[in-house]
């Protein structure tokens, strides 16, 4: 079965600075990577998305990247803002199967 | 549209209770599932279940029941607590046609101790 791993667990930035957090997974049949934060106390949200027909994918300050030669995709924030502090959650799937999460990664953002 | 609804917030139960945690969505959502969150280990499944009457097991079924006799309600039955479950729970749904390839929708969470 699929298999995710998820590095750093924890990141510290300075407020600014970009961070980024680095997924591996091991189905070559996966094809769909979201990316979810959770706030302290709070539910996970979908931030960003991407499919294994792009190699690329932006949003504002955040974006993914896929290279499914290696099987790793990876989230990137820029300008780092302190409302950026969260747990993001890599995950992979294909379809008509489960989501497999990676263990999270805890991005703090210090002024 | 208030999304998907998990009840209780908070529970305290003692080695050996049982206990129901409630979830329910008014999206009209087919796909319902349980994940159980751990420190370090992620988003870990428990149940879950593509449309009414059908139910399967995730990765971490033992202790835990479910059922799907509505398209809203996705109710999942811890049989006898175990200090084991102490845990977060989340209900999360998705659209007809997104198993897999589209948004899960979560509720706020339940948070569970066993004693």
């Known amino acids: 079965g699929e298999n995710v791993e998820q590095h750093p667990s924890t990141l510290s930035v300075q407020e600014g600075d970009s961070a980024v957090i680095k997924c591996t997974y091991s189905d070559s049949a996966s094809n769909y990577f979201p990316w979810y934060k959770q706030e302290l106390g709070k539910r996970p949200q979908l931030i960003i998305d991407i499919r294994s027909n792009v190699g690329e994918k932006k949003d504002q300050r955040i974006a993914v990247t896929l290279n499914k030669t290696a099987k790793h995709f990876s989230l990137h924030i820029t300008e780092t803002q302190p409302e950026d502090s969260a747990v993001y959650f890599c995950?992979?799937?294909?379809?008509?199967?489960?989501?497999?999460f990676g263990p999270g990664t805890r991005l703090s953002v210090l002024p | 549209n208030a999304g998907v609804t998990q009840t209780p917030k908070f529970q305290v139960l003692k080695t050996g209770q049982s206990m129901t945690l409630q979830c329910a969505q008014d999206?009209?959502?087919?796909?319902m599932s349980w994940y159980r969150q751990d420190p370090g280990m992620g988003l870990r499944l428990i149940h879950y279940s593509v449309g009414a009457g059908i139910t399967d097991q995730g990765e971490v079924p033992n202790g835990y029941n479910v059922s799907r006799s509505t398209t809203e309600d996705f109710p999942l039955r811890l049989l006898s607590a175990a200090p084991s479950q102490t845990s977060v729970y989340f209900c999360a749904s998705s659209k007809a046609g997104t198993w897999g390839t589209g948004e899960l929708f979560f509720g706020e969470g339940s948070r569970l101790t066993v004693l």
């Open positions: 999206m009209n959502h087919e796909y």
């Open positions: 995950a992979a799937s294909t379809p008509g199967q489960n989501f497999v």
